[in-house]
């Protein structure tokens, strides 16, 4: 029998100063990862609460005292020696001056340049759920064209700021117009957009492309460029593998719960979703009878926010 991993709990912290810059620190020799950057904390000690142990690490290694605040997200990340849950709070506010009581090199970085830095595995999604939305609108089959692209601007107008164009149900120019006719209205909103499976309409039209399961093993590599968002859908490990290993930028992972559209399929759970999720660095979406009241227990799974059809489409 294989021993188990052993198990850590890592609290670590946002810090943004006026600027609007958040605070990194370089992981030093000697260290796993050393090198990578990453948001300063550390372990949790037996019989702390995570705020204290929180409060004491940023103590220790940054010499500042820390007013704990809201939390931003929840990551389970599993390493080849260990299980880890990284547990990430802003700062409410903080007294004293930041500096490397460890030898840590440390940096102040726009929000923008977060990516630039080579970071450890866990520390990904906390990124994308600071720069990304943690809703993702995924269209409903359309029925009357003027009507469906009526609603889609209700959602644009409510504040939608992802979204998946999917019309499975559509070929042929209808689908085209209809797809150039959302680009144009998502983009005029400031909204990322991802087109469902058509790489080649997506590459003509200069968007994402949202992979379906099937595609995943099909494709040898990366089909779009940087810049330009490539998701994928995935419902078990060796899919959000493939995913990875292509250089997807996100992925949606469910069913969480059961849903009318998969009928019969096991749901994964929370549970089933962490599980899953740790076996990654991908950031993520959870799907699968979820609404944006469901963010909050999302992220406390490590995903960066919800996706839905039912629940964002307007009425």
Not at 54 to 74: F, S, T, W, Y
Request: charged content about 25%.
């Amino acid at each position: 029998m294989s021993t188990p991993l052993r198990s850590i709990h890592v609290m670590a912290a946002v810090i943004t100063d006026p600027r609007g810059r958040i605070l990194l620190a370089r992981r030093t020799e000697g260290r796993d990862l050393a090198g990578r950057w990453e948001f300063p904390g550390g372990k949790r000690e037996p019989g702390e609460s995570p705020e204290e142990a929180l409060v004491r690490e940023l103590r220790e290694e940054l010499g500042i005292e820390a007013d704990i605040g809201a939390a931003v997200i929840n990551v389970p990340q599993q390493y080849p020696d260990k299980r880890l849950r990284l547990d990430v709070r802003h700062l409410a506010g903080w007294t004293g001056t930041p500096r490397g009581h460890e030898g840590q090199a440390l940096a102040w970085v726009a929000l923008d340049k977060l990516t630039r830095y080579a970071m450890p595995p866990a520390d990904r999604p906390v990124v994308a759920a600071l720069l990304h939305p943690d809703i993702y609108l995924v269209t409903p089959e359309p029925g009357e064209d003027a009507e469906w692209l009526a609603s889609l601007q209700r959602a644009l107008d409510a504040g939608i700021r992802r979204v998946q164009v999917r019309a499975r149900s559509v070929g042929g120019e209808r689908w085209q117009a209809l797809a150039g006719q959302a680009v144009q209205r998502c983009r005029k909103a400031g909204a990322d957009v991802l087109l469902n499976g058509d790489i080649e309409l997506a590459r003509e039209l200069g968007v994402g492309v949202h992979l379906r399961s099937a595609q995943l093993t099909a494709l040898a590599q990366r089909p779009m460029p940087e810049g330009q968002w490539v998701a994928a859908s995935c419902h078990t490990a060796e899919d959000l593998q493939r995913a990875e290993d292509l250089g997807c930028d996100f992925a949606v992972l469910g069913s969480v719960h059961p849903t009318e559209s998969h009928p019969g399929a096991p749901p994964l759970g929370w549970p089933g979703f962490a599980g899953l999720r740790e076996r990654v660095s991908l950031p993520m979406y959870a799907i699968g009878g979820l609404s944006p009241a469901d963010i909050r227990q999302a992220r406390e799974h490590g995903a960066q926010g919800v996706a839905a059809i039912r629940s964002l489409w307007p009425a």
